[in-house]
Each structure stands twice: as C-alpha cells, then as structure tokens.
C-alpha cells in the first residue's frame, strides 16, 4: 500500500518542519519516501516559481487568473512525473508541502475566483493523484507573520538560500492584506469541514514534537490501513468544526 500526505496552512504554520520531520521518521523505519514542495521539484515548476515570485515591476504583475494556471500548470508536471510514479512502488510514502488545497484557500478563498472554476482547474491538473491525508496546520495570520520575522531576525548575516526564501515569503505575506490571510485560513477551515475523513485539523501553535507524535500517530495508522477515518478523533488532534477557543473569542460574527 502507497500513501500521499499533504500539509496545508498559512504562512508560517510549520508545514515545512513537519514534513521534514515525517520524512526523517518514515525513511528511518524503512519506507521508500518522496518529499516533494510546490510549487518547484519538477524543472517546469521551478521555472514557473521564479516567475511567479518575480512580481516587483507593476507589468510583471501577474492577474488572479493566469497565477491559478500557473500553479496548476506546475502541479500537473508534478503530480504526473514525480508523484504517480512514486506512489506505484510497493510501501512508498510520498509527502507534499502544500497540494491542491492550497490552490483553493489561496485562489478562491483569498483571491475569490469562483470555487467550482478551482475545482475544475484542481481536477485537471491532478488527474486523480490526490492526497489520502492531509494535515492542516492551523495557525493565525498574526501568529504566522510573527514567527517569519521571528526566524529571520535570528537568523541575521550571511544569507542561505533557505533564509533568502523566507525573506521571499514575508515579502509575499506583507504585500496581502490581514483579511486576505483570514479568507485563507478560514478557506482552509471549511475544507476539513467538507471532507473530515482526509484532513486532520492540527492546532499549529503547539510545540513541534508535541504535533509531530500526533502526525506519526496519524500516518502509522494509514499505513496500517486503520485510519481513524476522522470521527474518532486521536489525541492532539483537533475536532473538525471546532478552531481554538481564543480565536473563535475574536472571530466577528458575519450574517
Ligand atoms: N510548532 C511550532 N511552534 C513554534 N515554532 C514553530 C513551530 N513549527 C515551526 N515553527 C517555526 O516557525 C517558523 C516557520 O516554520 P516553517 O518554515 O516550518 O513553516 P511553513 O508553514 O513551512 O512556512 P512557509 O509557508 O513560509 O513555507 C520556523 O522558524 C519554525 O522553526
Ligand atoms: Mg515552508
């Protein structure tokens, strides 16, 4: 048996660092595993990432519509290339860091172009290769913006390209609106609402070890093929529906 794995969540959520985690942990108890991050890992993505993050000139601006085919145009190479074919082999374990959830929070939600058009673009460019468990890490616009900062102000002097992406993603994250990261996560909320057995609600302001137990927990029990199919929900894990009791405090009421 083969397993797809996304992470979702904003900026800053700790998608990355949990990903790395569960591949570390996957490859030491054996299982051939692929970590891959979009956009990028295909040639055509990182040439399509490049492009998308050059937008500092007002005419390399690109519109609502030609940034959606763009990451999908990326996410089709590498769900045909790179994710099919590893998922055919026996026990294989691929991870992505951000999939096609990210497309639908971050384009329809965020940038509000129509659902049913990103579902449509969505199914095009998977071609079926979606992931079997997702794990949404959720985390405050505020919260997330503070921890980029935080890491770059720590991380000051001579720049690796990790530090360089960083500086990249605060740049992006500044250049939206508050509401526009809000939209996001409460897009990304009302996805697990909609298919509670794949996505597992992850309450991203807990320690790092403390979240990947809980994701290790989770992905055995796939690979044992006893998912705990999301209605019993595991320890750690948070109740689909449900967000932390201090921000449903904040959330304003609409309608
Ligand atoms: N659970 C956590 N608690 C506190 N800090 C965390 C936690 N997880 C990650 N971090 C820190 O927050 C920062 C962002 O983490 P990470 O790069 O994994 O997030 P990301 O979701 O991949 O962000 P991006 O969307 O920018 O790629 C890093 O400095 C990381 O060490
Ligand atoms: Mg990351």
């Given at each position: 048996?083969?397993?797809?794995?996304?992470?979702?969540?904003?900026?800053?959520?700790?998608?990355?660092?949990?990903?790395?985690?569960?591949?570390?942990?996957?490859?030491?108890?054996?299982?051939?595993?692929?970590?891959?991050?979009?956009?990028?890992?295909?040639?055509?993505?990182?040439?399509?990432?490049?492009?998308?993050?050059?937008?500092?000139?007002?005419?390399?601006?690109?519109?609502?519509?030609?940034?959606?085919?763009?990451?999908?145009?990326?996410?089709?190479?590498?769900?045909?290339?790179?994710?099919?074919?590893?998922?055919?082999?026996?026990?294989?374990?691929?991870?992505?860091?951000?999939?096609?959830?990210?497309?639908?929070?971050?384009?329809?939600?965020?940038?509000?172009?129509?659902?049913?058009?990103?579902?449509?673009?969505?199914?095009?460019?998977?071609?079926?290769?979606?992931?079997?468990?997702?794990?949404l890490l959720d985390l405050s616009p505020?919260?997330?913006?503070?921890?980029?900062?935080?890491?770059?102000?720590?991380?000051?002097?001579?720049?690796?390209?990790?530090?360089?992406?960083?500086?990249?993603?605060?740049?992006?994250?500044?250049?939206?609106?508050?509401?526009?990261?809000?939209?996001?996560?409460?897009?990304?909320?009302?996805?697990?609402?909609?298919?509670?057995?794949?996505?597992?609600?992850?309450?991203?302001?807990?320690?790092?070890?403390?979240?990947?137990?809980?994701?290790?927990?989770?992905?055995?029990?796939?690979?044992?093929?006893?998912?705990?199919?999301?209605?019993?929900?595991?320890?750690?894990?948070?109740?689909?529906?449900?967000?932390?009791?201090?921000?449903?405090?904040?959330?304003?009421?609409?309608?």
């Amino acid at each position: 048996m083969s397993l797809f794995v996304s992470f979702e969540g904003g900026e800053g959520s700790g998608k990355s660092t949990q990903a790395k985690l569960l591949r570390d942990r996957l490859s030491e108890a054996g299982h051939p595993v692929l970590l891959v991050h979009e956009p990028g890992t295909t040639p055509l993505g990182l040439y399509l990432r490049e492009r998308l993050k050059r937008q500092t000139r007002q005419e390399d601006i690109i519109s609502p519509s030609a940034e959606l085919f763009l990451f999908a145009a990326a996410r089709a190479e590498l769900a045909a290339k790179v994710i099919k074919p590893f998922l055919a082999r026996r026990g294989a374990v691929v991870l992505s860091d951000r999939y096609m959830d990210s497309t639908t929070a971050y384009q329809g939600h965020g940038r509000r172009i129509d659902l049913s058009k990103i579902q449509v673009v969505n199914e095009l460019a998977t071609q079926g290769t979606v992931p079997d468990l997702t794990f949404l890490l959720d985390l405050s616009p505020e919260d997330g913006l503070a921890r980029i900062r935080a890491k770059l102000t720590l991380e000051q002097g001579k720049e690796t390209a990790h530090q360089r992406q960083d500086r990249e993603g605060m740049r992006r994250f500044e250049e939206e609106t508050l509401a526009f990261h809000r939209r996001v996560r409460d897009g990304y909320l009302k996805l697990a609402q909609q298919e509670p057995v794949r996505w597992r609600l992850l309450d991203a302001t807990r320690p790092v070890d403390d979240l990947a137990a809980v994701v290790w927990a989770e992905v055995e029990a796939h690979l044992r093929r006893e998912p705990s199919g999301g209605e019993d929900v595991q320890p750690g894990l948070m109740p689909i529906g449900e967000r932390p009791p201090d921000d449903a405090a904040k959330k304003t009421r609409k309608g």
